[in-house]
């Protein structure tokens, strides 16, 4: 059973383009997140929901809009795509604060992007 | 500053030598949690180990171990006999107590050749 799982698995698009990338968990986590890995691998957070309402959101550029339908799902929108989006997105949830000692997070397979 | 800190950017080794990948973090914190977490070349991100900061109680796992000391903030990771599935990216992460954000260091690159 896939725990954590992102659509698309890979994206190539032209700049200036909008595409949507969902993520979806089952682990049944309160918490989702959207980590964004450049070539050099390092790893930085651009947003974190609990259960549907946003409690991170780091310096990202307002045409990054993520959206939480429901605990379950965490979809990034981003409009008027830039070469410098090309990235791999990760999505990730744990149990969240209130999960205390045993709060992990899980990570997703990774959306690469490619902006052309 | 970086909570985070794996100043090893990259390192190789011969197939059964032992390697260890450091991890120093900082918090003020009396409660927070480190993780390790695996990244493979194939891309996907696999968690290692949890540890919470009031278990100092190190951890072995096959070959892999985990040394936790609080009196220097750091929290390594040793794989003893390496093999060539171990070449990956590593990443090693802290969480506080009342915040749900994550803080990963830039990971360090180990290749393992035969």
């Known amino acids: 059973d896939t725990a954590v799982s992102q659509t698309p698995k890979y994206l190539v698009t032209q700049m200036g383009n909008d595409k949507s990338i969902k993520c979806e968990q089952n682990l049944g986590h309160d918490t989702m997140y959207w980590y964004k890995q450049d070539s050099k691998k390092f790893l930085k957070i651009m947003f974190s929901?609990?259960?549907?309402?946003?409690?991170i959101n780091e310096t990202v550029p307002n045409r990054f809009s993520p959206k939480s339908p429901d605990k379950a799902h965490l979809n990034l929108h981003i409009n008027s795509l830039e070469l410098g989006d090309s990235a791999v997105y990760f999505c990730?949830?744990?149990?969240?604060?209130?999960?205390?000692?045993?709060?992990?997070?899980?990570f997703g397979p990774g959306t690469r992007l490619t902006v052309l | 500053a970086q909570k985070v800190t794996q100043a090893q950017t990259e390192i190789s080794v011969v197939e059964k030598e032992d390697v260890t990948l450091d991890c120093v973090y900082e918090t003020r914190d009396t409660t927070y949690y480190l993780f390790w977490y695996k990244q493979p070349p194939s891309g996907e991100l696999v968690f290692l180990i949890r540890?919470?900061?009031?278990?100092?109680q190190n951890e072995i796992s096959g070959r892999y171990s985990w040394n936790f000391q609080k009196s220097t903030s750091s929290f390594n990771f040793t794989i003893t006999a390496s093999q060539v599935v171990d070449s990956a990216v590593y990443f090693c992460?802290?969480?506080?107590?009342?915040?749900?954000?994550?803080?990963f260091g830039s990971g360090t690159k180990l290749n393992v050749k035969p």
């Open positions: 990730a949830s744990s149990q969240g604060r209130l999960a205390g000692v045993t709060d992990t997070q899980y």
């Open positions: 929901y609990n259960n549907k309402e946003l409690i």
């Open positions: 992460a802290l969480k506080e107590n009342n915040f749900n954000k994550f803080y």
């Open positions: 540890r919470n900061s009031f278990d100092e």
